[in-house]
């Protein structure tokens, strides 16, 4: 009964926390759209230009084909008809994402305010369930939880590195990594649930237990790659775990767990044979650098192990307690998956299991290793002591997560804006142009937003998530320029300018040779990626389109690049115009 009376009366105190935390998740967008308030731009909160652009890029625009009945995954294979057999396909929480978006599916460019509304409350819940479960402990639940989902990114880096004021920049400029839509977010979401139940089937052996836990790694095939394999790896190590301790009982739930897992993820497997057949698969794995080769320096650095790994250890070493040794088992996991592909020499991307999963499990641990060692000396660190810590450390936490929100809005706020006439010509396409249907554009930026916008799809999509072969990739875009009579060289000269400012910056994943290769290992120097874009175009000389296109459009870039005068074209119709864009749509013949 005490328990119970307890539990409700901290019950407000973690609402309150949960409300604050989500506060300082969404102060940049805040203290963004304060400083876009007073100039004529539409505000929008998914840029493309800064870094976690993958709002724009991928997340909102299968969302957007799925809110209207498109085939889910046919925006990355470019409306190929046969994108329909991959089932699969989208990740669930994708589908899970359209639910949320439902309300606003005209205003999907707020996506990623309203899931950090949503879901900062819910991860920072189960996060808190997760640490309370290993400590019992109201105060580490909620400081290790906090830790974990503000600053992830610096319990990535070394201790040793927190001195250093240069990554300490760095990091105070960087986007939030728990703010970046589905996997973040959602995923990681799911994956404490499944921390959560796998937990529990340590300590109990039932039916309902391992049926939960099978079928929740079972649907983690269906969620990120980077979540069901480190689960994989989890499973494999408590298995051993158990395995030494000759708790054979456990083991065997742990197996059939798995083995409900496998039955599960069989349609996974299928459209994996499926979408590995698909044109192109190898090719966006060059660009999105699966299989990058580090060097010998970085592959030396990562040998070295995380010494917020070491402390987890001497935790399991003198405390000897088994929700120690279960932190300890998942730290590990997460340390191994991240640095193993690295210092073997073929990195695929590993960098995701150290923000995703060692970043706030490092955090937790951290956490959890001052409250350990404020209990060995109980004579000098009494309850007032620790209670003061405590506080200080949820100030520093604050600080630490106002001061990024502040130091990031100054940053980039100007990416946060587009003109309004061109947004107005989104809203146009959107409400007017029929689902399905293929729009040409020149600027990267408008074939980039406009598929999280309208339902439409674009002749030029980027290389960065469309399943296409780069040959097809460097056609499109060369067939693109050829129509606008823009030449290559005109295209990689350009300057692109800041909408709020008119100065010029740099753009990212919008400069050609980012927006057609990424992060490309056959062609890794600009150099390369240039001479390819201009033989691809000289070597094309007719200016015919290879596939069907139904819009065209000519806005603030194509007016200052292109030489063609679009009124003059007979196979066009204006349909819309305002004083910055120009759509056509093509004659029907």
């Known amino acids: 009964m005490t328990r119970v009376l307890r539990s409700r009366s901290i019950l407000p105190l973690l609402v309150l926390w949960m409300f604050f935390l989500c506060v300082l998740m969404t102060l940049h967008f805040v203290l963004i759209q304060f400083r876009l308030a007073s100039m004529h731009h539409t505000l929008t909160y998914s840029p493309v230009v800064v870094q976690h652009a993958d709002a724009v890029f991928t997340h909102i625009p299968i969302v957007r084909k799925l809110l209207s ?25 994708y589908y899970f994402l359209a639910l949320v978006g439902w309300p606003i599916a005209n205003r999907l460019d707020v996506l990623p305010v309203v899931a950090t ?37 610096l319990f990535v880096l070394q201790p040793w590195h927190w001195t250093n004021i240069e990554e300490w920049e760095r990091v105070l400029t960087s986007p939030f990594f728990s703010n970046a839509l589905v996997h973040p977010q959602i995923s990681f979401a799911f994956s404490c649930v499944v921390l959560l139940y796998l937990y529990r ?23 990120y790659f ?24 456990t083991l065997v739930s742990l197996a059939k767990a798995a083995g409900l897992a496998l039955i599960i993820s069989s349609f996974y497997w299928i459209d994996v044979m499926r979408f590995s057949g698909q044109p192109g698969f190898v090719d966006f794995q060059d660009r999105f650098s699966l299989g990058r080769y580090p060097d010998i320096t970085e592959r030396v650095v990562n040998l070295r192990p995380h010494l917020i790994t070491i402390l987890g250890l001497v935790l399991v070493v003198t405390r000897r307690r088994i929700s120690y040794i279960y932190l300890f088992v998942l730290t590990a996991t997460a340390e191994l998956l991240w640095k193993i592909p690295i210092v073997i020499g073929r990195d695929y991307q590993s960098l995701h299991y150290a923000y995703h999963f060692y970043g706030p499990l490092a955090g937790i641990t951290l956490v959890i290793g001052l409250r350990d060692l404020f209990l060995r000396f109980p004579s000098v660190i009494n309850i007032s002591v620790r209670r003061a810590f405590y506080i200080i450390i949820g100030l520093f936490i604050a600080i630490m997560t106002i001061n990024r929100a502040v130091k990031y809005s100054n940053e980039y706020y100007t990416h946060f804006a587009i003109q309004s006439d061109v947004q107005e010509a989104y809203e146009f396409i959107r409400d007017n142009i029929p689902p399905g249907s293929v729009l040409l554009a020149a600027d990267p930026e408008v074939n980039m937003r406009v598929r999280s916008i309208a339902p439409v799809y674009v002749y030029v999509p980027s290389g960065y998530g469309t399943f296409v072969t780069t040959d097809e990739m ?113 004659r029907l013949d």
């Open 474 to 586: 460097l056609l499109r875009h060369s067939e693109m320029l050829r129509f606008f009579d823009i030449t290559a060289e005109q295209m990689l000269e350009y300057q692109w300018k800041d909408v709020v400012s008119s100065s010029t910056h740099y753009a990212g994943l919008l400069d050609p040779e980012q927006y057609i290769f990424n992060g490309s290992l056959r062609y890794p120097t600009t150099n390369l990626r240039n001479q390819a874009i201009v033989q691809s175009y000289s070597s094309l000389q007719r200016g015919s389109l290879t596939y069907d296109a139904d819009i065209v459009w000519v806005g603030p870039y194509e007016n200052t690049v292109s030489a063609t005068v679009m009124q003059e074209r007979e196979d066009l119709i204006l349909i819309h115009e305002n004083d910055s864009v120009q759509l056509y749509q093509f």
């Open 201 to 223: 089937l340590i300590g109990n052996t039932d039916n309902t237990t391992y049926l939960i836990n099978g079928i929740l790694y079972g649907i983690s095939f269906y969620t």
């Open 117 to 153: 509304v949503l879901f900062t409350p819910l991860n920072a819940a189960l996060m808190y369930q997760l640490v309370r479960r290993i400590t019992g402990s109201v105060a580490v639940g909620v400081l290790g939880a906090s830790a974990a989902l503000t600053l992830r990114e």
């Open 226 to 249: 980077y979540l069901w394999t480190f689960l994989t790896v989890v499973y494999g190590a408590i298995a051993l775990f158990l395995l030494q301790r000759r708790d054979y009982i």
């Open 69 to 93: 009945g498109l085939p889910a995954f046919g925006d990355q294979f470019v409306n190929n008809i046969d994108t329909h057999t991959i089932a699969a396909w989208p990740r669930l929480p």
